[in-house]
């Protein structure tokens, strides 16, 4: 058996954990004139220590699902660099989102 990165295994621990009060995503958002643009985001996975060295393909894969996906304050809790962010709680997360964020995963193998 292969064995994976070890940042492999981090972004999927960073993707899959749960943190505390995660808001439940009610509907689906779009980039808009107040949400930040891919790059912004990307440099914001890029600064956090977990996933600072995810190949650049996942990393622009989980910032598009971010824009689609994570509610504003989660979004901003990313680019603050806030502690324990995660929008991908697998609870509250839609089958699309959930199926967005595994593709994410695919990059990063």
Known sequence: MARIPRWTIILAAAV???AAGT???GSVLTA???RPDR???IAAL???PRTADV???AAECVADWYLTYAPDDQL???LDGADGVDATTEANLSPQAQTAILECL???T
């Open 106 to 108: 695919k990059e990063a």
């Open 32 to 34: 808009g004139p107040d």
């Open 55 to 57: 190949p650049h393909p």
């Open 16 to 18: 899959v954990a749960s």
């Open 23 to 25: 808001a439940v995503l």
């Open 39 to 41: 790059a912004e985001v």
């Open 46 to 48: 890029k600064r956090d």
């Open 76 to 78: 901003a809790a990313l």
